[in-house]
């Protein structure tokens, strides 16, 4: 590895450089062997405590840049502190805390301009559902919001604004320059808590995001977070990023305007998923019947030398579209994961101002819903382990043949005795449903004419709870 790679840009990380750089002034042995050669020849850029030494120049682009020391030029005797004024306020900020401060003050010479966009989260909390409900029963991990979302961000600069993984720098002459950067470099804004009370910020890089199908960045998306958990990031996971993604929403945030760094072309804010504040004292129950949906912001900040106003809007409309399911967004996802059922796709709820005929006639068609579910509900049961024909949903098992929607899930019908209530929300009714008859096994039963021995199958499947004991030979179904 040559000085010049390893001079790249850390930019948000920058100061974590200078903390184990510290740490590994002090032992050597206390970090890693990649961080060991990576300090050999390594100049900080801010002076250690104690050092009279002045930063070394910031380059500039990216973030603080490792600079080769000269090993022939003997060292020079540190310089003794110079003595503070009597009259001077608060406490000098050292090492890693000069490094942020330094970080942020280089982020104000980025010129940029922030795009908002508020999107309904309805459909995304519903195919996250699908898609946990499928992993759980598999013995898989959870995908979370941020894991959607971000692919969803990396899709949208991949599929229609290359522009905004370009980065600006500036050349030996001092004019401005285009980097037009082929891949998209994803930095993850990364929240540790060091457990001393105190909590601090990494940003991991997912490389070439845009050449990955869904489970391939799901994979390294938790590779990264995995690395920061046990502490094991080498040099290479904290350079190179040419956008980021921070998600404060996790904490309650609605939404922010996070700094960007040099070297980067855009940084993007996912704010929380909740209803909108004014109806944040509503009954849940009676948002659901007005269709009333969680909403998420999503923050466009960009450098607006290079990205232009209607590029991070353009940018932010084709994001909301993947997560309203357009350019078949869930079905790549589906598809990737290997979920064997089709993507819940967005419909504009039906609710007229006449509600009481409404659900009558929705209540008709749920119950149409439940028998078909008991008749065929088995020609959509995961039978196929070679996974060798693509999920398809018979018409008569889709809800919205029968007008119903994602907004309908929320509502609350009747049910006949299924899963032994007489009331469920949509939603819950489906699950019952499709557990008893959807599921790893295929039953059909509604062809026997006695009616009690229809009853007594249907009271041993809907709504039962059983599992296979694990390692037990010779072992016999519960529930």
């Known amino acids: 590895m040559t000085s010049d790679q390893r001079s790249t840009g850390f930019g948000a990380n920058s100061w974590l450089v200078e903390e184990m750089y510290e740490q590994f002034r002090d032992d050597p042995s206390s970090v890693s062997e990649t961080w060991r050669e990576f300090f050999e020849d390594y100049r900080p850029m801010v002076a250690a405590p104690g050092n009279g030494a002045a930063p070394a120049p910031a380059a500039p682009v990216a973030a603080p840049v490792a600079t080769p020391a000269v090993a022939s030029a003997p060292a020079a005797p540190a310089a003794a502190p110079a003595a503070a004024p009597a009259d001077e306020v608060g406490e000098p900020i050292r090492g890693a805390g000069m490094a942020i401060a330094t970080n942020m003050e280089r982020s104000l ?16 909390e519903v195919n996250r559902q699908v898609i946990n409900g499928y992993r759980s029963r598999t013995g898989q991990g959870k995908v979370s919001f941020t894991h959607l979302i971000g692919f969803a961000i990396v899709r949208a600069i991949a599929e229609a604004v290359p522009a905004m993984k370009n980065t600006y720098t500036t050349g030996s002459d001092g004019k401005p320059r285009l980097i037009r950067n082929e891949h998209v470099n994803m930095g993850l804004a990364v929240d540790v808590d060091k457990g001393d009370g105190t909590r601090t910020l990494v940003v991991p890089v997912l490389r070439d995001a845009d050449t990955l199908d869904f489970s391939g ?22 350079q190179g990023a040419n956008i980021s993604l921070t998600n404060p929403g996790t904490i309650g945030t609605v939404q922010s305007v996070p700094r960007l760094m040099p070297g980067q072309a855009v940084i993007v804010g996912v704010g929380s998923i909740d209803y909108p504040a004014e109806f944040q004292g509503a009954d849940e129950r009676t948002l659901g019947s007005i269709g009333v949906s969680k909403v998420i912001t999503v923050t466009s900040t960009y450098d607006h030398r290079i990205i232009q106003g209607a590029e991070s809007g353009l940018f932010l409309k084709r994001v909301h579209e993947l997560l309203l399911g357009n350019h078949g967004f869930y079905d790549q996802v589906f598809k990737s994961l290997g ?55 018979p018409p008569e098992l889709d809800p919205a043949t029968y007008g119903l929607t994602i907004w309908d899930l929320d ?24 557990d008893a008859y959807c599921r ?31 390692g037990a030979s010779g072992a016999s179904w519960s529930g």
């Open 109 to 124: 010479t980025v010129p940029t301009a922030t795009s908002f966009r508020n999107v309904p989260a309805k459909l995304l």
């Open 217 to 238: 960045f799901l994979a390294a998306y938790e590779d990264l977070i995995r690395k920061v958990k046990t502490n094991k990031l080498a040099v290479a996971d904290f």
């Open 339 to 393: 979920v064997p059922y089709e993507a819940v796709e967005w419909r504009v709820d039906t609710n007229p101002v006449d509600r009481e005929e409404a659900m009558l006639h929705k209540q008709m068609q749920v119950a149409t819903l439940i028998r078909v579910h008991r008749v065929r509900g088995h020609l959509i049961a995961d039978l196929d382990p070679l996974r060798w024909k693509e999920p398809h949903l």
């Open 411 to 434: 509502r609350e019908f009747l049910t006949g005795g299924v899963g032994g209530t007489a009331k469920l929300p949509l939603g819950d009714l489906l699950g019952v449903l499709r």
């Open 440 to 470: 790893t096994i295929g039953v059909e039963y509604m062809h026997i004419q006695d009616f009690t021995e229809q009853r007594w199958i249907q009271a041993k499947l809907e709504g039962a709870k059983w599992e296979l004991p694990k």
